[in-house]
């Protein structure tokens, strides 16, 4: 087994993990006395200790990583795999949990914590990001760890490594819609100051000109974010509805939009729109579509 490096570094990713533990559970102590140390118990001949670097009143506590784990034959440096780990397994024996779902839970904890580390190492600029007043599409793609308080704040199941660079903000990509055109007996909504046709055909217009000879009175077009269209192809219905030839496939067309810190709303710059889309993707804990209730809230606030 390779032991991890004992120099102190910091970890922003493991600090939200324990952030999150020290936050829900009370298993816990700080020492009294400086160096500074959180000792989580593992059982009786087991611990795991952390060097705080910064006890925080909002709870936003930094550590210094290896931690270690203390046993009744010595002291050992461990890396967040086994810390995390260690500590999943405690609160399953703790709280009768079963074990698939333990191993889920500690899948997306080390995919988050990998994919918060390769953000960071993509982001040769993220250092600078405070040095300067940030606009709004470098602001929103600046939040590069997540929730302060979660285990697994960049979780994004089933995206694999590829489509995180090309879909989530952490990366800074920019990328163009997905177009269909869709027969009108498809399509339903609302929409506030214009209609639903008229709304469409100026975003499409706007965004996509290139597009508009597949417009017609039947015919409408509409966008997508590109992920989810591919998603969408791929279910049955859909599928049904193309070979009826109520839906066409149009691709990647049109201005380039980028992800903001939700990942599925998308802004440009240069569009009078701003869009939030339907994104069949697991990300922090929840698949992010939206319902029909949603979305009648926000016409309501606009």
């Known amino acids: 087994m390779t032991l991890p490096s004992e120099k102190p570094a910091t970890d922003v990713a493991a600090q939200c993990f324990l952030n999150a533990l020290i936050r829900e559970t009370t298993d816990w102590k700080l020492t009294e006395y400086p160096p500074d140390e959180l000792i989580i118990p593992l059982d009786e001949q087991k611990s795991l200790h952390f060097r705080v670097a910064y006890f925080s009143p909002t709870q936003h506590h930094r550590f210094a990583f290896p931690a270690r784990l203390v046993t009744a034959s010595g002291s050992y440096p461990v890396d967040f795999t086994t810390l995390s780990r260690l500590i999943i397994d405690k609160l399953r024996h703790q709280l009768f949990l079963p074990v698939p779902l333990c191993e889920t839970f500690h899948q997306r904890v080390l995919e988050s914590h990998a994919h918060t580390q390769q953000a960071i190492d993509a982001r040769h600029d993220w250092t600078a990001l405070r040095e300067k007043a940030l606009n709004f599409g470098e602001a929103e793609q600046a939040l590069l760890t997540g929730h302060a308080f979660h285990p697994a704040p960049k979780s994004h199941e089933p995206f694999n490594r590829r489509e995180a660079e090309r879909y989530l903000p952490d990366m800074a990509p920019h990328f163009p819609l997905r177009w269909f055109s869709v027969d009108k007996t498809q399509i339903a909504g609302e929409s506030l100051h214009l209609n639903l046709q008229q709304r469409l055909t100026r975003f499409a217009a706007e965004n996509a000109p290139q597009l508009l000879n597949e417009l017609s009175d039947n015919q409408w077009l509409f966008p997508l974010h590109p992920w989810q269209g591919e998603y969408l192809l791929q279910q049955g219905w859909c599928q049904a509805l193309v ?36 994104l069949s993707v697991r990300l922090t804990n929840s698949i992010r579509t939206l319902s029909v209730t949603e979305v009648k809230s926000g016409m309501r606030l606009a």
Not at 256 to 271: E, F, G, I, N, V
């Open 243 to 278: 070979a009826k030839g109520l839906i066409k496939d149009l691709g990647e067309a049109g201005t380039s939009w980028l992800p903001t810190t939700s990942s599925r709303s998308l802004y440009c710059a240069t569009s009078r729109d701003m869009i939030k889309f339907s």
